[in-house]
């Protein structure tokens, strides 16, 4: 009985250690820009700075709310997101998938969406 608890706690500290509540770009209001580079075509790389403050909202929210989920891809967007400290983060992107510090994350197909949306009409 003692190991069943045990084994439990340990369960149950592995997915809080998991799932925390660390937000994956930061707060919007710490972005200064986010750069998505599309890597579908490497001969002709389009790439497309956002700054407007909204735009910015919207894509941080939607990656904050990713969840970890294990899958192995080949990017076809790379987003950088600088910071206003002048610091930057680099998030790999494929269908629903990120990739965040190595970490493989599940986000909402809404965020492809938008991302595809953006070249589509050339922001």
Do not use: W
Request: aromatic share 8%; hydrophobic share 35%; charged share 20%.
């Amino acid at each position: 009985m003692k190991n069943l608890i045990t084994t439990c706690l340990i369960i149950c500290f592995s997915l809080v250690a998991l799932t925390g509540c660390k937000t994956l770009a930061g707060r919007h209001k710490d972005i200064q820009s986010v750069v998505i580079e599309q890597r579908e075509n490497t001969e002709t790389k389009q790439t497309i700075e956002i700054t407007d403050p909204l735009q910015i909202a919207q894509l941080t929210k939607l990656i904050n709310n990713s969840r970890r989920e294990f899958s192995i891809f080949m990017p076809n967007y790379v987003i950088q997101i600088q910071y206003a400290d002048n610091s930057s983060k680099f998030i790999s992107l494929k269908g629903g998938r990120l990739k965040i510090d190595g970490v493989p994350y599940k986000t909402s197909e809404e965020l492809v969406r938008i991302i595809e949306a953006y070249f589509a009409n050339g922001q």
